[in-house]
Nanobody, 119 residues
Framework: QVQLVESGGGLVQAGGSLRLSCVAS????????MGWFRQAPGKEREFVGG????????VYADSVKGRFTISEDNAKNTVYLQMNSLKPEDTAVYYC????????????WGQGTQVTVSS
């Protein structure tokens, strides 16, 4: 499995921006679809967005579309989540996850990074 470490979380005011990073190690990064998920207190984990293993396709949840952008740097084995126009409802622990391109599920997860948006 690939190992994942997120960073970049923090406290930001509504309307602000943050960029999360997820560094992968242990496997060939470019063979994996990468996803970002989040879990708010008392709520189930939800899909935020993802990028295909080829880097050619991204997909986003409706709740973040137009505000969040996922990108990757294969040379650095890193995937990013740029979050703009943040809202208090974006407050959650954010996780990155990896899915081998032929697999059905995301099998590798990071430890999560807290994002708190104040109103």
């Amino acid at each position: 499995q690939v190992q994942l470490v997120e960073s970049g979380g923090g406290l930001v005011q509504a309307g602000g921006s943050l960029r999360l990073s997820c560094v992968a190690s242990g496997r060939t990064f470019s063979n994996y679809d990468m996803g970002w998920f989040r879990q708010a207190p008392g709520k189930e984990r939800e899909f935020v967005g993802g990028i295909s293993w080829s880097g050619g396709r991204t997909v986003y949840a409706d709740s973040v579309k137009g505000r969040f952008t996922i990108s990757e740097d294969n040379a650095k084995n890193t995937v990013y989540l740029q979050m703009n126009s943040l809202k208090p409802e974006d407050t959650a622990v954010y996780y990155c996850a990896a899915r081998y391109y032929a697999a059905a599920d995301f099998g590798s997860w990071g430890q999560g990074t807290q994002v708190t948006v104040s109103s």
